[in-house]
């Protein structure tokens, strides 16, 4: 799934919504390729740790790819660089390319 | 999608004293407006790039703090960013009118990242960014203000 241009208060309901959306389909594996995403702040990890809780208990997975250096170090900082499974890119993930 | 806002003439740090100001309502959308006011403040003052992202973070959250205020408050007055310029630094500060909050400088390290607490981390966020932010606020208290200052290149 794409997320870009910045998330935060006022567009991170729809990406709640959009991940809400693939774990309830059962989906195991999730992938946020995070190309095209200039911005986020805390209510965009909120989203994020709240899909990663969702989708462990069902055994799944959720990776992010492609993460900017912005965006990149507000994980960092917070030490949710642990928590999250990060790839530098989706090619990565598939193994295509 | 935000505007290139380094289309703007960056680069002096003329050693002036300025005052800007932007008043916007308490709603969600504003925040990314909030942000490119900021941002392109900081551009102008010629701050490093990874500092200008910083800022952005720091007024996203301190606005979106602002904002729940005034929702919770149920006030109708806008939210308030200055920005204060000196020779040797930019201050920002955000201020609302709505519910005060109590400030536990303590609560700023996060034990358990996956732990987030509504409102919490976003502090966490700014004073890992701006260690040495202000915030004037309390429990029932008219409001809050949040103020952060970033160097300036000589």
């Known amino acids: 799934m794409n997320v870009s241009g910045e998330v935060d208060l006022h567009t991170a309901p729809m990406l709640r919504e959009r991940i809400h959306e693939l774990t309830e389909q059962g989906t195991d594996r999730i992938v946020l390729d995070l190309t095209e995403l200039s911005f986020m702040d805390s209510t965009g990890l909120g989203v994020l740790v709240a899909g990663l809780k969702r989708i462990k208990s069902r055994d799944g997975e959720l990776i992010l790819a492609g993460m900017q250096d912005p965006v990149k170090k507000i994980l960092q900082v917070t030490g949710l660089d642990k928590v999250f499974d990060m790839r530098p890119s989706v090619a990565e993930v598939t193994g295509g390319g | ?154």
């Open chain 2, 1 to 154: 999608m935000e505007a290139d806002a380094r289309a703007v003439d960056a680069g002096t740090t003329d050693g002036g004293w300025h005052e800007f100001r932007l008043d916007f309502a308490a709603e969600p959308r504003f925040v990314s407006t909030a942000r490119l006011f900021a941002a392109t403040l900081a551009r102008q003052f010629a701050c490093p790039e990874e500092r200008v992202q910083d800022v952005k973070v720091a007024i996203s959250e301190a606005c979106s703090n602002a904002i729940k205020a005034h929702e919770q408050a149920g006030v109708p007055d806008p939210v308030q960013v200055f920005v204060h310029s000196d020779p040797g630094s930019l201050t920002y500060e955000v201020v609302d009118t709505g519910e005060g909050f109590e400030f536990d400088g303590a609560a700023l390290t996060l034990e358990d990242p996956a732990d987030l607490v509504e409102g919490g981390i976003g502090l966490t966020l700014i004073g890992a960014l701006f260690p040495g932010f202000e915030v004037r606020s309390g429990p029932g208290d008219n409001g809050t203000v949040l103020r952060f200052s970033v160097d300036l290149p000589d």
